[in-house]
């Protein structure tokens, strides 16, 4: 027995079961689908089973194990350790409260084991893609990715594939720089491990290799523009999906990935031009999804926007390339996953025993789901930043780094801030604190499950876990992931700016209550700001889909295919008609012409006689 | 007497003996043996033509000089044999030896006159590929083409005697075309040998008999145009093989028109070779007769006028190959007329069977009739297969050596017209495979039977031939790399 034990955590053979595990265990839960209290099980098994494998790599202080394929000179090289170290274990954690969940969501769904089946297949992706040390061997994980996300996003929307399609476009050309940008990557550093790779030099080839990486992984994260797929996902996807994947998963592989680049791939210097991008790609994604948010009346693509936003801030803090930034990013890409996972599930709670999401339809659950509200309570205010919860310390890591940096970062900081918070007080409050609202048919709403409830609340009390006791998230986690001696935990050094964030706060409050009292609901609260003059026709715009970058280049590209068609046409006419109709021409005449006159053949040869002499004469003079 | 000079015997005197001994016995009792005695002959020389061949090859020899046999004892030598001569008489013995397989079916009445007639024909053909000056040339062409015209006017098939007709006024044309020419040739060389023309004729100060050579030789090849029956002196053509019995057709298409009109330019461009006057006709009248050949052969619905045409059309590719004016170029000419024999042979007794059998050679009357008639279909299409140039059939290694010639010569521009332009080959034969043999059968022909005896076994001997060419022409190859020609 021990010595089993030494051979799992021996290191070697820990990092492949990680990757096969989870694999292995979907292809068992999706077995078991008719069987729900054997799923239930099975799912506590290897979710657990992949918690402790991680934790064990992490307490293990890491490992490594390289395959090679004979003959190729070619090796699969996995490595754990630091970022490798941390992030799966907070991923393993985070899926294993997310399958707890989609269990219970899908009980009675005839879909459900297939969603688990590529949840797990997914779950052993993202293990292998932040374990690999080649960037190859990564690339073939986060592609690998794309098809359990395809087939996720497919489930229950065989016959609208929209938003699939979408996504593929996006990511496809975001994984597509990734690709390109590693291919450069390899060639600046000569060899391919990501281990053996150390601070590329900016410039040069190495600049459009940073920026192509950096733009592939910020993609998968969810930046402007490769964001358009994801409120259209949450019009068509069941809430799992969007806890697993546009709040969790991608962004732990996005930021994660950025993160290596900026701090050890890449020598990203602070205020450098690679900096400024990638700062300013972060600010507007800030801004936009916050803008976006503010005027939803639907609570999951409410939430969806806000996937984008927060990421605005976790690319303000990777961009600075400043130490406090970078931490700050990684802890708010923590939180983020934490908080917004939550609340999409508090969103599927709410579909569950209602049917939809729909603030129009459905509002002022508080009293009937206490326990779910409660739960809203703690992450809404976990992402508006409230003094105390744990988005509130990530954010001021970030707003310190944006303010050394430029105060133009800071400003639309800040203002996101007092944004989200306006929203959230919209959102919550129409939600869980109006006058109660059901859908035609619905009579009675119970409180969620048991088995959507306690991941919920599991959830909501890390958040208070990472915001009241933030020194043990730095000690355990940040710190010893990005290798620093520095510690940046604690109550904020700043006062000024906790104070500039109270006041936002603050102003977000009036202005909903403003807001509130104008229009006389919660749910139109925000109403004011999203009919102003002005903004009105740029949200008008922006909601009938004439500011997507996709459907321009989707405009774009029925253009150049309907052009593609109009030349294949005429290419096609010359080989269907032009040309067999100029031979058949040619040869009917010539037909015509061989009627079986004698005379006519005669005078043929002699014109023949004359044709060789005129050759004979055009040659020899 | 070396076994060479015994062999070239053969090639007059097996045609004069067959003669002989056909009249001499009473009609009624040649009646059932004369057209298997005519086969005999044809064998005999495909075999004797072999063996000299594979003699003078290995004896390293250019060329073999003889004289009938009471005038060798003198130590005359009137006569010659090449490789390339050789080659060509190979082809005769061929063709008539298949020619002969159909007429067993084909030929009811006369048939001591088509052992007569074809072994006129063979000797007129013989004779040309055996004599040394341009005026015996002439002559044994003339003795070939008479026993054309009667032939063709003979054993009709379809038609009147309008074809031979036509044929023979054109052929007096060239008559007048090649004494003409040849009379001007001579006034400027004093000689019509072969010895004795030489390119030089055409060089140096440019006079009136220069002149006149000049015009000599414009009127030569347009002669041995109309006995080629290239563009633009190919209308007797298609009505002769029309209206001629199937037998006789294979004999005009499959070889006539290749020794008394391709062999003649072959002998113009042999004996004033880096004529550029010459090479651009002949380059000139190829291109021209693959193009109107191919379209003029889209445009027919009787199964032997489509073939017919495809001959015209397919008598470019030879010329082109001449035209190329190497060795290479002439090797490859000549082994196209030897892959395209096979195949135009093969279509001709296709089309004696489908006559035989149907009493139409309508095409557009035809339909699925692969379902009835598989070694006739099957014969059709390896033959098809191989003239529009598909690997690995004879056709395809011809047209490509054809094509490299080309290339090599520095004539790029026409190997790329010349390989663009065989897809219009392909067009107009599967248009006869697909309204002949695919498709639907026409319940016309439901108690249609495949044809039987010699047309049979020739249309097997020959798709063998055309497959088995076709493997084994990469060893052509290595002979011919071994020579360094390729």
Redesign the interface.
């Known amino acids: 027995m021990a010595s089993v034990c030494a051979w799992l955590l021996g290191g070697a053979t820990l990092p492949l079961m990680l990757i096969g595990l989870p694999i292995l265990g979907g292809l068992i839960i999706w077995l078991l689908k008719k069987y729900y209290a054997a799923q239930v099980a099975a799912v506590l098994v290897f979710g657990l089973s992949n918690v402790f494998l991680c934790l064990a790599l992490y307490l293990g202080g890491g490992a490594s194990v390289s395959l090679p394929f004979a003959g190729y000179g070619f090796e699969a090289k996995f490595i754990s350790g630091g970022l490798s170290a941390v992030l799966p274990l907070f991923a393993s954690v985070v899926a294993f409260l997310l399958a707890r969940y989609s269990v219970t969501y899908y009980r009675g769904k005839k879909e459900g084991g297939l969603f688990l089946l590529f949840f797990f297949v997914s779950v052993g992706f993202v293990n292998g893609a932040l374990l690999s040390d080649n960037l190859p061997v990564m690339l073939v994980f986060w592609e690998g990715l794309l098809i359990s996300m395809s087939a996720l996003l497919l489930i229950g929307n065989l016959q609208k594939p929209r938003a699939t399609i979408k996504m593929l476009w996006i990511s496809g050309v975001a994984d597509l720089m990734l690709m390109l940008g590693v291919i450069i990557t390899i060639q600046v550093a000569g060899q391919s491990n990501i281990s053996a790779i150390s601070h590329l030099p900016v410039s040069g080839l190495g600049a459009a290799g940073c920026v192509l990486m950096l733009l592939g992984a910020l993609g998968k994260a969810g930046a402007v523009p490769f964001h358009s797929w994801i409120p259209l996902a949450a019009e068509d996807a069941q809430s799992p999906f969007l806890a697993l994947f546009p709040a969790a998963l991608e962004k732990i592989l996005g930021i994660g990935l950025a993160i290596r680049i900026v701090t050890q791939i890449y020598d990203v210097q602070p205020g450098s031009p690679v900096s400024t991008f990638v700062m300013i790609v972060g600010a507007v994604t800030l801004f936009i999804g916050v803008a976006m948010a503010l005027i939803q009346k639907d609570m999951k693509r409410l939430l969806s926007y806000h996937a984008i936003s927060q990421v605005g801030y976790m690319i303000l803090g990777v961009g600075s390339a400043l130490p406090i930034g970078i931490i700050g990013a990684l802890f708010h890409m923590m939180n983020h996953v934490l908080y917004k996972s939550g609340l999409f599930l508090t969103a599927g709670a709410i579909e569950k025993r209602t049917g939809t999401t729909d603030l129009k339809i459905v509002s002022g659950l508080g009293k009937l789901m206490p326990v779910t509200a409660a739960c809203f309570v703690v992450f809404g205010l976990a992402i508006s930043g409230f003094p105390g919860l744990n988005g509130f310390f990530s954010k001021e890591l970030i707003f310190d780094a944006a303010l050394e940096t430029n105060v133009v970062y800071y400003i639309v900081a800040l203002v996101g801030a007092a944004m989200t918070a306006i929203s959230f007080l919209k959102l919550g409050g129409a939600a869980f604190f109006g006058k109660l609202t059901l859908p035609q048919g619905v009579k009675h709403v119970k409180e969620a499950p048991v088995g959507m409830a306690l991941p919920a609340i599991v959830l909501a009390l890390l958040c208070v876990l990472l915001g009241v006791f933030n020194q043990l998230a730095h000690t355990f986690l940040l710190q010893p992931a990005l290798g620093f001696t520095e510690s940046y935990g604690g109550w904020p050094e700043s006062g000024m700016l906790v104070t500039l964030s109270c006041v936002a706060l603050g102003v977000a409050l009036l202005d909903h209550l403003y807001g509130r009292k104008k229009s006389g609901s919660a749910l139109q609260s925000a109403d004011h700001i999203h009919y102003a003059p002005g903004a009105k026709q740029v949200y008008a715009l922006a909601e009938a889909g004439k500011l997507d970058p996709y459907n321009w280049l989707t405009a774009v590209i029925n253009g150049f295919s309907r052009v593609c068609m109009q030349i294949e046409k005429g290419v096609s006419w010359v080989y269907d008609k032009g040309v067999p109709g100029l ?2 021409g ?3 005449q ?2 015509r012409a ?1 009627n ?1 006159s ?1 005379t ?3 005078a ?6 004359v ?3 005129i ?2 004469l ?3 003079l | 007497m070396s076994a060479l000079a015994v062999i070239t015997q053969l090639f007059l005197a097996l045609p004069l003996l067959a003669l002989v001994v056909n009249n001499l016995v009473p009609r009624e009792t040649m009646r059932h043996t004369t057209i298997g005695m005519s086969a005999g002959v044809a064998t005999a020389q495909l075999l004797a033509a072999i063996i000299g061949f594979v003699l003078l090859s290995a004896s390293g020899e250019s060329s073999f000089r003889f004289a009938l046999a009471w005038d060798a004892a003198k130590g005359l030598g009137y006569f010659r044999v090449d490789l390339v001569t050789l080659f060509l008489l190979a082809c005769v013995g061929l063709v008539s030896l298949i020619a002969n397989l159909t007429a067993f079916t084909t030929i009811d009445d006369h048939r001591s006159s088509f052992t007569n007639l074809l072994m006129v024909m063979l000797l007129g053909m013989n004779g040309m590929l055996i004599v040394r000056d341009l005026f015996s040339l002439y002559v044994f062409m003339e003795v070939t083409g008479i026993a054309s015209f009667v032939m063709i006017g003979m054993y009709k098939s379809t038609r009147d005697l309008e074809g031979a007709f036509k044929y023979m006024v054109l052929s007096m044309l060239a008559t007048i075309f090649i004494l003409t020419g040849l009379s001007l040739l001579f006034i400027k060389a004093g000689s019509l040998s072969f010895d004795l023309l030489r390119p030089a004729l055409f060089e140096g100060v440019v006079d009136a008999k220069t002149l006149l050579s000049w015009v000599a030789l414009v009127l030569l090849v347009s002669g041995y145009a109309i006995k080629s029956g290239v563009v633009p002196f190919h209308s007797w053509l298609p009505d002769a093989y029309e209206s001629a019995d199937s037998a006789v057709s294979i004999m005009l298409s499959g070889i006539v028109t290749k020794i008394a009109g391709v062999y003649s330019m072959l002998v113009l461009v042999r004996l004033f070779p880096g004529n550029m006057a010459l090479r651009g006709t002949l380059l000139v009248l190829g291109l021209l007769t693959i193009i109107t050949g191919a379209l003029l052969a889209l445009q027919q619905q009787s199964f032997k006028r489509i073939a017919a045409y495809s001959s015209v059309s397919q008598m470019g590719y030879i010329l082109l190959g001449f035209a190329a004016d190497t060795r290479l170029g002439i090797i490859a000419g000549l082994l196209y007329l030897l892959t395209h024999a096979l195949a135009k042979t093969a279509l001709f007794t296709n089309a004696a069977a489908l006559e035989k059998r149907l009493g139409t050679l309508n095409v557009n009357e035809m339909g699925g009739l692969q379902a009835k008639m598989p070694v006739t279909a099957f014969s059709s299409v390896a033959a098809l297969l191989s003239i529009a140039g598909v690997p690995p059939l004879a056709g395809f290694w011809s047209k490509l050596l054809v094509l490299i010639a080309l290339w090599s010569a520095g004539l790029r521009g026409v190997a790329a017209a010349a390989l663009l332009l065989s897809i219009l080959s392909g067009a107009y034969f599967l248009r006869l495979q697909k309204k002949a043999f695919f498709g639907k059968l026409n319940p016309r022909w439901n108690s249609v039977v495949e044809i039987t005896g010699g047309i049979q076994v020739s249309e097997l001997l020959l798709s063998i031939a055309t497959i088995a060419i076709g493997l084994l022409f990469p060893l052509v190859l290595l002979y011919l790399q071994h020579a360094g020609l390729v």
């Open positions: 031979v058949r040619i040869s009917s010539l037909h061989a079986g004698l006519r053949y005669l043929l040869a002699a014109a023949g006689l044709c060789v002499a050759v004979f055009i040659i020899l």
